[in-house]
């Protein structure tokens, strides 16, 4: 644990992965059509629309990173982002109403899950194609350093991600014009439904980025503290002006791929050792000596009522107008609608 984090600081990174949980738990039991972890009852309706992938487990990694991050630097994010985009600073309660497919969403309930973007808190967009966020990151950072602004670009994506074009596209444009871009690397072991070391040649995004004269570091992602102090050294480098930085964080994905997924094709003797390493637990356990145990319950309690909320907003929360499907649509020609 990086034992210099202040107090206040250690308990908001608490607050932030609790808070992605108790999402992800309710929205995978509102995609189900179940009861949520905190009773709400679905009426056997699934409540989220479309495609839902989840991070649970993995909120070490978005909370330790983006603590660094300010309204004005840049996101880019995966089809599993929720987590990048709270820990961004987004609206809970709208991200929510986007999941449920309702007017008052991020996208207009267009986009759902994995299209999710609050371009106000520098949250540029989640991604369904694997690997897609890279360039939109480096394009970003570009921008930012053409325009001379004071900020950076975050790009998290996936283990599976190294493995396609774009990685080494991005990471190479990015060191040739010496970009400020952090790469995140959430290496969950699993890419889908196929474990990634077996498809993965070498050590992975660490010493694939170090072929790149980019420096790497990695981190015990399920470990706030670590990645929190690892992340602040490699933003601030970033900030500096060393250019593109990569955070290699060694995780786990606790769920299957999506939320209807039970993952039947994982050992369950590897789920069960990844959960003895859950990213909450240990942090709980790590705070345990200079924190009040009440205080965590009522932080966790606060999120649960939170995200309740969220629920219940998005559930009475309108439906788009059906006109809107003729809106945020490419042009193709004058009336072609009419």
């Known amino acids: 644990m990086e034992t210099a984090i202040p107090v206040p600081e250690r308990i908001a990174l608490y607050r932030t992965m609790v808070r992605i949980r108790a999402f992800e738990n309710a929205a995978e039991a509102a995609s189900q059509g179940g009861v949520s ?84 808190v520098g ?13 939109i990151a480096v394009g970003a950072a570009h921008a ?24 080494l596209e991005s990471l190479n444009w990015a060191r040739v014009y010496g970009l400020p871009v952090l790469f995140v690397c959430e290496d969950n072991r699993w890419s889908a439904t196929t474990a990634s070391g077996p498809m993965t040649a070498g050590d992975g995004a660490s010493v694939r980025a170090q072929a790149m004269d980019i420096a790497a570091t990695q981190v015990d992602g399920n470990d706030v503290f670590a990645v929190h102090g690892a992340a602040g050294r490699l933003v601030a480098e970033v900030r500096a002006g060393s250019g593109p930085r990569l955070l290699h964080a060694l995780t786990y994905r606790v769920k299957g791929h999506v939320s209807v997924d039970p ?11 990844a959960l003895e390493t859950d ?44 006109s809107a499907a003729f809106s945020d649509v490419q042009t193709t020609g004058e009336g072609q609608w009419t």
């Open 279 to 322: 990213p909450i637990a240990h942090a709980r356990a790590l705070l345990a000596g200079d924190i009040d145990a009440a205080l965590l319950e009522a932080i966790e309690d606060e999120a649960h009522a939170e995200v309740e909320a969220a629920l219940a907003a998005a559930d009475a929360a309108p439906w788009p107008e059906a």
């Open 37 to 120: 972890a905190y009773g709400q009852q679905a009426a056997g309706v699934a409540k989220v629309r479309g495609p839902l992938h989840l991070s649970t487990g993995q909120e070490a990694v978005p909370a330790g990173v983006c603590a660094h991050l300010t309204p004005v630097d840049y996101l880019t994010s995966t089809h599993r982002g929720h987590g990048h985009t709270l820990a961004k600073g987004a609206d809970l309660v709208r991200m929510m109403c986007e999941l449920f497919g309702k007017a008052c969403g991020f996208n207009g309930g267009k986009g759902g899950s994995m299209h999710i973007a609050d371009f106000s």
């Open 123 to 135: 949250m540029l967009g989640a991604n369904g194609v694997v690997a897609a966020g890279l360039p």
């Open 144 to 167: 930012q350093k053409l325009l001379k602004q004071d900020a950076i670009t975050v790009c998290f994506f996936g283990d599976g991600a190294i493995n396609r074009g774009p990685f």
């Open 263 to 273: 993952a039947a094709y994982r050992d369950p003797a590897e789920v069960a050792a």
